[in-house]
């Protein structure tokens, strides 16, 4: 299995990102997944998931109203719209993958990816 994430990089706060994540050797449209990110000095956290249909999603309550997580099933990809950024959203984000969970606990996702790097700083 490997889930390779894209669309980091730097943004000013209030501006909008984009990450992208491709998903292969698993079964994509029957795998829930999960965006968790890492902030230097600090625990990973759950930032959101999504079922594997796409009709069930969660968030972190500091990113609600905020991000949106999809995914598109003919491109194996979920995405994290990420809108009105705040320094505090500066992390390493990563995406997880693993059977039917789609919820907060790291633990429970088999599969993940690198990372990618998302800035937020004037």
């Known amino acids: 299995v490997q889930l390779v994430e894209s669309g980091g990089g730097l943004v000013q706060p209030g501006g909008s990102l984009r990450l992208s994540c491709a998903a292969s050797g698993l079964t994509f449209s029957y795998s829930a997944l999960g965006w968790f990110r890492q902030a230097p000095g600090k625990e990973r956290e759950f930032v959101s998931g999504?079922?594997?249909?796409?009709?069930?999603?969660e968030y972190a309550d500091s990113v609600k109203g905020r991000f949106s997580i999809s995914r598109d099933n003919a491109k194996n990809t979920v995405y994290l719209q990420m809108n009105r950024l705040k320094p505090e959203d500066t992390a390493v984000y990563y995406c997880a993958a693993g059977g039917s969970y789609y919820k907060d606990s790291a633990a429970r996702y088999a599969y993940w990816g690198q990372g990618t790097q998302v800035t937020v700083s004037s």
């Open positions: 999504i079922s594997w249909s796409g009709s069930e999603t």
